[in-house]
């Protein structure tokens, strides 16, 4: 996992209004929320079996994260790197994995060593940099 220092941690906004942007830019939200923390990540490269990912944590400081109103507040991007079990599964969801790939499987890491730490740091940046400029006008200073 690589953090990342950015303009973004610390800032706030409404769940669903930063949501409907986040999905304008290729990101979903992570499937590890709860009502009160979430994420939103996005595939930076993808390589066979091993993913790149940026994540924008996020703790909800008001509501509960089901409420578009709720009010958020960025906490510190990261990278990370999953390698994922590409191979063919020997049960009954193995059509599934036919193609090389089941969305169903657990990483066989879900927090791989990033090679090239300085490439993926200026990745991640970078497009932290395309989220503020996008949606600057929907966000706050805390």
Do not use: C
């Not at 390589?47 to 578009?68: H, N, S």
């Not at 590409?86 to 927090?111: H, M, R, Y």
Request: charged share 25%; proline share 3%; aromatic share 12%.
């Amino acid at each position: 996992m690589l953090k990342l220092q950015t303009d973004l941690e610390g800032k706030n906004a409404y769940f669903g209004h930063v949501r409907d942007m986040f999905k304008d830019l290729g990101y979903d939200l992570g499937g590890n929320w709860d009502y009160d923390k979430g994420s939103f990540d996005a595939i930076l490269s993808r390589e066979g079996g091993e993913v790149i990912y940026i994540r924008i944590p996020f703790t909800v400081l008001k509501g509960a994260l089901d409420e578009y109103n709720a009010w958020i507040e960025f906490q510190t991007p990261f990278v990370i790197k999953h390698v994922l079990n590409i191979g063919l599964d020997k049960d009954e969801n193995s059509l599934l994995a036919a193609s090389g790939f089941n969305q169903f499987q657990d990483p066989v890491d879900p927090d791989g060593q990033i090679k090239n730490k300085n490439k993926w740091e200026d990745a991640g940046e970078q497009a932290v940099k395309r989220i503020i400029s996008y949606f600057n006008d929907g966000l706050s200073a805390s």
